[in-house]
């Protein structure tokens, strides 16, 4: 992660945008540079930037778990070559599917680090300029976390405390820093979600951007893959009572951009915008790039309202994922991206009660999101804590596809990507990448390792 300082274009200059809106600015529009932000709206501006920096970090990272993972097949009409590599597990450190979230959430976090050097050094504010300015480093401190958790769980090859982690980068400056240990990541992504969640206003409601809210759904998250159970139940909790789920006459909404509905944390999309769906139908041709499996496809009961918001069947056997279609019929394929949602967290916490060996309430939490998923459901009963955390993988799989989540939830449970023969036909045929094999993980980038000679590659990517 070879953090470089970057000229950016001269002249910026203040935006007569109202709050609300600021998201809606071109890049050009809003100022990065540590040494441009010296008062609390260029501050503000900066922050801004950081956010429009990152907008397409996670868009790469559900692409590449979708390519990767089962979620997807690769339909014959695609003959553009495009993502065939990553999908048929070519691997190598060259592959930029599986290799570009790592720079984007680079980037990401060197803006961060920008705004939160400026914020330290805005002195003798108003007290109101000081509140906005705290909850604006809160916000980059988030983001600094948010960025750096996901390029560890994406990019270490376990997560075990004294593994191979990542860098944790803290200032923006040339360097070149050495990988830590994964519990070292884990400790400094706490650390800065702590000193956010101490900074950040609970009046503070915006979802396009960090909050309260978006800070307990992440600790959340980085709570379930670091085994703590209790923290990921509270942070999970804190979450779910401050945003509720969207029930099952909202949901379709969601995925339409026509409700707010249990979205905590999403990354805003507007005219001119990157469009997500883009990635898995060509609109100029017609053709579905990349579409959903016949395996997770058979997961869903015909009763279930998830399976129209995440399938659009255009005939003759092609279903193309509708997630990212959006809402605008002018503008197909463009579609606000939701980082965190309140479904996650009730999956979250009925996993942890799991492992917690609390089934009962486990249960209650699976159970009240399958009522709001499935028509006429009735409640499940499970006789260990081993049958229902298979059944929250499962429902992590159905609830959450195309969300940038499946590869890691194998990874963390050591699950092998098991494909249908159908769905590998275009796959050079290879239905099972099991955790024994080289390309089951990804490889830090090549030109990474390249720039950087204290960056080791993982370990089986050196055999």
Request: charged share 20%; net charge neutral.
């Amino acid at each position: 992660m070879k953090m470089k300082r970057i000229a950016w274009i001269a002249g910026l200059a203040l935006i007569g945008v109202s709050c609300k809106k600021q998201l809606e600015i071109l890049p050009s529009d809003s100022i990065v540079e540590e040494t441009a932000m010296t008062t609390v709206p260029f501050l503000e501006k900066g922050m801004v930037g950081v956010y429009i920096n990152i907008n397409g970090s996670y868009d790469a990272e559900i692409y590449a778990t979708s390519l990767y993972s089962d979620e997807a097949n690769l339909p014959t009409e695609n003959n553009t070559g495009r993502g065939v590599i990553a999908h048929r597990w070519q691997t190598d450190p060259g592959v930029g599917e599986v290799t570009a979230a790592w720079g984007r959430y680079a980037f990401g976090v060197d803006r961060a680090n920008r705004v939160i050097a400026a914020a330290d050094k805005l002195t003798g504010l108003s007290a109101a300029d000081a509140a906005t300015r705290d909850r604006i480093k809160a916000e980059a401190l988030a983001i600094r976390a948010f960025c750096e958790f996901q390029v560890l769980i994406n990019y270490a090859e376990n997560l075990q405390s004294g593994s191979l982690g990542v860098p944790y980068v803290t200032e923006s400056k040339i360097q070149k820093p050495a990988r830590l240990t994964v519990g070292e990541v884990f400790a400094k992504v706490n650390q800065d979600l702590t000193t956010a969640a101490g900074l950040m206003p609970a009046s503070f409601t915006d979802n396009t951007r960090f909050t309260a809210k978006a800070i307990s759904a992440l600790q959340a998250r980085v709570a379930l893959y670091q085994k703590d159970w209790g923290t990921a139940i509270t942070a999970a909790t804190a979450a779910i009572n401050a945003v509720p789920l969207a029930t099952s006459a909202q949901y379709p909404g969601i995925w339409t951009d026509q409700t707010e509905a249990e979205v905590i944390w999403k990354h805003k999309r507007t005219s001119g915008q990157g469009r997500l769906g883009d990635s898995y139908y060509d609109r100029t041709s017609s053709k579905i790039m990349y579409g959903v499996s016949f395996k997770l496809l058979n997961t869903f009961a015909a009763n279930d309202i998830r399976l129209a918001s995440t399938v659009l069947d255009r005939g003759g056997s092609r279903y193309s994922v509708a997630k990212y279609i959006g809402g605008t019929p002018s503008e197909p394929g463009r579609a606000d991206v939701k980082v965190f949602r309140t479904a996650e967290m009730y999956l979250i916490r009925a996993e942890a009660y799991a492992e917690n060996n609390q089934v009962a309430l486990g249960a209650a939490d699976l159970n009240a999101l399958r009522k709001q998923r499935i028509a006429g459901y009735v409640d499940e009963v499970f006789a260990s804590k081993e049958s229902l955390i298979n059944a929250v993988i499962l429902e992590r799989f159905k609830e959450l596809a195309f969300e940038g989540q499946r590869m890691n939830d194998l990874r963390r449970k050591l699950l092998p990507v098991t494909r249908l023969p159908q769905d590998a036909i275009n796959a050079s045929a290879k239905t099972t990448l099991s955790p024994t094999d080289k390309e089951y993980y990804y490889p830090i980038p090549g030109t990474e390792i390249l720039a950087n000679e204290n960056m080791i590659q993982n370990p089986t990517y050196r055999q």
